[in-house]
C-alpha cells in the first residue's frame, strides 16, 4: 500500500515522497507473506470495483512499472475463485452474491453439484448445494500473482521516480494545532532524524493503529495471524481454481505440478498479535487435511513441505479497508485494515488515495465507502466474503 501509494503519487502527480519502512527485507511484511490471490466475488460493490482496477493494473505490470530496464513479471494467472456452499442458505447467500456482482460485469458460473462433477471431476461434492466460479474475461477474471514482486515492482518503480525509501522507523510526530485541527510538520524515526513533510501516509499494515496512536487517532486494526501450508500430492487438479469449501478451508494449485497451497481461519479465537513463529500444525492435522481430504479425496494422501504466518491487518470493525484522511488530522490519511484482500487492492486504492492527496478528490474511484469517519459513524460496510 505504502509503495503503491508512493508511486502514483511520484509518477502521476510529480510529488516527493519518502517512505519509512523499518525493516528493508519485509521478513513480517503482510506483503510477502500473503497468499496473493485476486477475486471479483465479493459481496460489496467498493471491493468488486478495487479488485477489478487493480486486476487491470496487474495484468499490464510489466508496461506500468518497467524500471530502469527492469520489466516486472507477477505469473499472474486467472483460473477463478471457486466458492462452495453446503446449505441452501448459503446457496441463496451465492445467488445474491452473483446479482451484485452481474451488476458490476463480473462474470461467474453458478454450477449445480452435477455441474461441479461434471467441470471437476477430482471434486466430492457430497453435500453441497450450490458453487460459484469466476470466469476470467476482459472485465473480470480471478487467481493469483507473486505479490513479493508486486510489491518490489512498486517499489522499484516508485525509486525510479524520485522517491526516496529509507530504512528506520516512524516513532513520533511533529505537529502543529490550530483551530482544533492538528496538522503534520514532520514525522520522527528511531534513529533520531526527523522528515518534515506537508502530508502524512500510514500505510503501516497489521501495525497502524499503532501507528495512529502517536496522532492521537483509533483505529480498529489489529494483527491477527493466518497460517499457510504448502502441500505435495498425487493429484492431477489441472487447471484447478482457488477453491473455497464451505468449511473455510480454501485450496489452490502452485505452478509445479501436485504442489499445492492451503489455509483456514484459525481454530477458537482469533486473538490479536500472536506470534508468527507459532505455526498452528494442529489445525493442519485436525482441520485443513481431514477438510481436504473429504472434498478432494487425492489429499487422502499428502504432505506438508512448508508452513509460514502472516498477519491480516484486520479492521474488526467491518472487515474492510479504512482509506483517506484521518479524522482530525489536517494533513493527515491512511490505507490500511483491509482484512486479507490488500495486496489485490493495492494498486487501484494507491492511484485513488494519490489521487485525494494530490487534488483534493477521488477521480478514478470514489473511496469515500471507506472513509476512517464510518467507524464513529457507526456505518459499517461489511464484507461477507473475508476468509
Ligand atoms: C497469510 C495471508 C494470506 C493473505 N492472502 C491474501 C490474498 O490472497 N489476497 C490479498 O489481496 N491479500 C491477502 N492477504 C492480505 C495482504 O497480504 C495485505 O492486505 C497486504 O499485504 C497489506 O499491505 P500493507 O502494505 O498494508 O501492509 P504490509 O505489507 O504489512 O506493509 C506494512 C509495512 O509497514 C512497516 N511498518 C510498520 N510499522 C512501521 C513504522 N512505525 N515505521 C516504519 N515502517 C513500519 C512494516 O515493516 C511493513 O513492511 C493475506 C495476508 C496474509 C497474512
Not at 509503495?3 to 503482510?30: C, K, N, Q
Not at 527492469?70 to 452473483?98: C, I, K, S
Request: overall charge negative; charged content about 20%; proline content about 5%.
Amino acid at each position: 500500500m505504502g509503495a503503491a501509494t508512493a508511486w502514483f503519487l511520484a509518477h502521476e502527480h510529480g510529488v516527493r515522497v519518502t517512505v519509512l519502512e523499518r525493516d528493508a527485507s519485509y521478513a513480517r511484511a503482510s506483503s510477502a507473506l500473503s497468499a496473493c490471490a485476486i477475486r471479483q466475488q465479493f459481496s460489496t460493490a467498493i471491493n468488486i470495483r478495487l479488485s477489478q482496477e487493480s486486476l487491470h493494473f496487474y495484468r499490464a505490470i510489466g508496461d506500468r512499472l518497467a524500471a530502469g530496464g527492469e520489466v516486472p513479471h507477477l505469473g499472474l494467472v486467472e483460473p477463478g475463485y471457486l466458492y462452495l456452499a453446503a446449505t441452501a442458505q448459503g446457496a441463496q447467500r451465492l445467488r445474491d452474491q452473483q446479482a451484485l456482482q452481474r451488476a458490476h460485469a463480473v462474470h461467474t458460473a453458478l454450477l449445480e453439484p452435477d455441474a461441479l462433477r461434471a467441470r471437476f471431476p477430482w471434486l466430492d461434492t457430497d453435500g453441497l448445494t450450490l458453487g460459484s466460479l469466476g470466469l476470467s474475461t476482459p472485465t473480470s477474471g480471478e487467481g493469483w500473482f507473486d505479490g513479493y514482486a508486486a510489491m518490489q515492482a512498486f517499489r522499484q518503480a516508485a525509486i525510479a521516480c524520485g522517491v526516496t525509501f529509507v530504512e528506520d522507523e516512524a516513532v513520533e510526530f511533529e505537529v502543529r494545532d490550530s483551530d482544533g485541527m492538528c496538522t503534520v510538520t514532520g514525522v520522527r524515526t528511531a534513529r533520531g532524524a526527523t522528515v518534515p513533510c506537508d502530508a502524512v501516509v500510514i500505510a503501516a499494515g497489521a501495525w497502524s493503529a499503532g501507528v495512529a496512536e502517536r496522532l492521537g487517532v483509533s483505529l480498529p486494526v489489529r494483527a491477527r495471524k493466518r497460517d499457510v501450508f504448502a502441500i505435495e500430492a498425487d493429484a492431477d487438479l489441472r487447471d484447478a481454481p482457488l477453491v473455497i469449501d464451505p468449511s473455510g478451508v480454501w485450496f489452490r494449485p502452485e505452478v509445479a505440478r501436485g504442489r499445492f497451497l492451503c489455509g483456514a481461519p484459525p481454530r477458537g479465537e482469533d486473538a490479536d498479535d500472536v506470534p508468527l513463529e507459532q505455526v498452528d500444525h494442529g489445525l493442519f492435522d485436525e482441520v485443513i487435511w481431514p477438510a481436504l481430504a473429504a472434498r478432494v479425496p487425492a489429499f487422502d494422501a499428502l504432505r506438508v513441505t512448508a508452513s509460514w504466518a502472516g498477519y491480516y491487518e484486520m479492521n474488526t470493525f467491518d472487515h474492510n479497508g479504512l482509506v483517506g484522511p484521518l479524522p482530525g488530522i489536517a494533513n493527515g490519511y491512511t490505507a490500511c485494515g483491509f482484512s486479507g484482500h490488500g495486496l489485490q487492492q493495492a494498486p487501484a486504492v494507491g492511484r485513488a488515495l494519490a489521487e485525494r492527496i494530490a487534488t483534493g478528490a477521488y477521480h478514478t474511484i470514489d473511496l469515500t465507502p471507506l472513509r476512517v469517519e464510518r467507524i464513529a459513524e457507526g456505518a459499517p460496510v461489511w464484507e461477507q466474503n473475508v476468509i
